[in-house]
């Protein structure tokens, strides 16, 4: 996945989603309370994402992850998925 910036659409940092894990409410996101943050956990280093709305967040996950939400052993389905 390739990562721009916001103000001039520069490349910043490409990251590798091979063997990663996705956490759609880490913990962390408590701590900086704000909503719609989701994580990605690669095998060297955890990235942390917002997005602007719970639909964008979402939306952002199933691209990565399409079987995230669909696991059998997850808890935390969100409705619209359900």
Not at 58 to 75: L, N, T, Y
Request: glycine share 2%; with cysteine.
């Amino acid at each position: 996945m390739h990562v721009h910036s916001v103000p001039d659409g520069e490349e910043v940092m490409a990251i590798n989603l091979s063997h990663c894990r996705i956490d759609h409410q880490p913990q962390v996101a408590k701590l900086m309370r704000r909503p719609h943050i989701f994580a990605i956990y690669a095998p060297l280093n955890t990235y942390l994402f917002a997005a602007p709305s719970e639909r964008e967040m979402i939306e952002w996950i199933m691209k990565v992850d399409q079987f995230h939400f669909f696991s059998s052993s997850r808890s935390n389905t969100p409705e619209e998925f359900a």
